[in-house]
C-alpha cells in the first residue's frame, strides 16, 4: 500500500509554546490529506480536511485559530498546534489517499503529544 | 444515532479461535467499505478494502459486506496473539474520499 509518514512521532513541549506536526505521502502525490485526531480508548476524530493549495476545511467545534493546517504541496500537510495546553496533549493522525484510486485511506504513524 | 457503530469490546478470545467482528452502519450510499487494525500508539493500517456487498478473502481473514441489512463483519481464522489490536470499520459513499469510521472494536487473542 501507499505510505504516509508522520513526524514527530513523539513530542513533549511546554504549555504556551507551539508544535509543528508533518505528514508527508511519500509514494504518491496527495491533493487531500485528512487530520484526526485520538484519546486513549477512542476511536478516530476528523478534525479537518487538508486541500493542496487552498484553506483546510474544519470539523464542526475544532478550532482553527488554535489547528493550523498548510498543505503547501502535494506531499506534504503541516500541522501546528499553537499556544498548546495540556487539555491538546492527544494522539494525532494523518491521512491521505491515493488520487484516482479506489478510494483506501493510508494513515500515517501517528504523532503523539504531551503537553505539560 | 452514529453513522457507523461498533461494540467497542473488549473482546477476548483464546489463540486459535475464529474472531467475529462486526460493524452495523445507516447511510445507504456506502459503497465502499473497510477494516482497519491499529495496534496501541501506532496509526491505523488498512486491512480489508470490499466495494458493495459480497465477500473478500485475504489469508486469515475474511470480510463481508450485506448492504440489504447495512451490516459488515470482519473474521478472523486461527486467531494469534498477535492480532490483539483495535479493528476499526469504515465506509463512505461513491463521491469525494471522506470515510466514516465506527468506535472501534478492542480484541485480545490470549496465548
Known amino acids: 500500500g501507499a505510505v504516509v509518514s508522520q513526524h514527530p512521532s513523539w513530542v513533549i513541549c511546554k504549555s504556551g509554546t507551539s508544535v509543528k506536526i508533518e505528514c508527508r505521502s511519500l509514494d504518491f502525490q496527495a491533493t487531500t490529506m485528512f487530520w484526526y485526531r485520538q484519546f486513549p480508548k477512542q476511536s478516530l476524530m476528523l478534525m479537518a480536511t487538508?486541500?493542496?493549495?487552498?484553506?483546510?476545511?474544519?470539523e464542526q467545534g475544532v478550532e482553527k485559530d488554535k489547528f493550523l493546517i498548510n498543505h503547501a504541496s502535494l506531499t506534504l500537510s503541516t500541522l501546528t498546534v499553537t499556544s498548546a495546553h495540556p487539555e491538546d496533549s492527544s494522539f494525532y493522525i494523518c491521512?491521505?489517499?491515493?488520487?484516482?484510486?479506489?478510494?483506501?485511506?493510508?494513515f500515517g504513524e501517528g504523532s503523539r503529544l504531551t503537553v505539560l | 444515532q452514529k453513522e457507523v457503530e461498533q461494540d467497542p469490546g473488549p473482546l477476548s478470545v483464546p489463540e486459535g479461535a475464529i474472531v467475529s467482528l462486526n460493524c452495523t452502519y445507516s447511510?445507504?450510499?456506502?459503497?465502499?467499505f473497510m477494516w482497519y487494525r491499529q495496534y496501541s500508539r501506532k496509526g491505523p493500517e488498512l486491512l480489508m478494502y470490499t466495494y458493495s456487498s459480497g465477500n473478500k478473502e485475504d489469508g486469515r481473514f475474511t470480510a463481508q459486506v450485506d448492504k440489504s441489512s447495512k451490516y459488515i463483519s470482519l473474521f478472523i481464522r486461527d486467531s494469534q496473539p498477535s492480532d490483539s489490536a483495535t479493528y476499526l470499520c469504515a465506509g463512505r459513499g461513491n463521491a469525494g474520499n471522506m470515510l466514516t469510521f465506527g468506535g472501534g472494536t478492542r480484541l485480545m487473542v490470549k496465548p
Open positions: 487538508s486541500n493542496e493549495g487552498s484553506k483546510a476545511t474544519y
Open positions: 447511510n445507504s450510499a456506502f459503497q465502499y
Open positions: 491521512s491521505a489517499s491515493v488520487p484516482m484510486g479506489t478510494g483506501e485511506l493510508f
